[in-house]
Nanobody
Framework: QVQPMESGGGSVQAGGSLRLSCGAIYSDYCMGWFRQAPEKEREGVASMNRFGTTIRYTDSVKGRFTISRDNAKNTLYLQMNSLKPEDTAMYYC???????????????WGQGTQVTVSS
């Protein structure tokens, strides 16, 4: 069973950078990053298929965030640059075994890591 484990969250000032990591992933799964801010619905941030050929970003992070994976290390990454206060949220790593064309139906979830961006 896939049990993603996130790390790398923290507090940063606006304009700064953080890199999130998600370990213990399966190399043949679709992997994604999601976030949930207080009193807001969870939203998909980025996803990548096992080959790295299908990549999706939500519009608000395009050009600032980069998803990548190292299948040899069973690790997924999210490089976050030019962070904004509105990026503040709990960030989750998630996995599913099929259909990486949508943010829906992810099956396995990590516990989350907090990202706080101050102005």
């Amino acid at each position: 069973q896939v049990q993603p484990m996130e790390s790398g969250g923290g507090s940063v000032q606006a304009g700064g950078s953080l890199r999130l990591s998600c370990g213990a992933i399966y190399s043949d799964y679709c992997m994604g990053w999601f976030r949930q801010a207080p009193e807001k619905e969870r939203e998909g941030v980025a996803s990548m298929n096992r080959f790295g050929t299908t990549i999706r970003y939500t519009d608000s992070v395009k050009g600032r965030f980069t998803i990548s994976r190292d299948n040899a290390k069973n690790t997924l990454y999210l490089q976050m640059n030019s962070l904004k206060p509105e990026d503040t949220a709990m960030y989750y790593c998630a996995a599913k075994s099929y259909d990486c064309d949508t943010f829906k139906d992810f099956t396995f979830w990590g516990q989350g890591t907090q990202v706080t961006v101050s102005s």
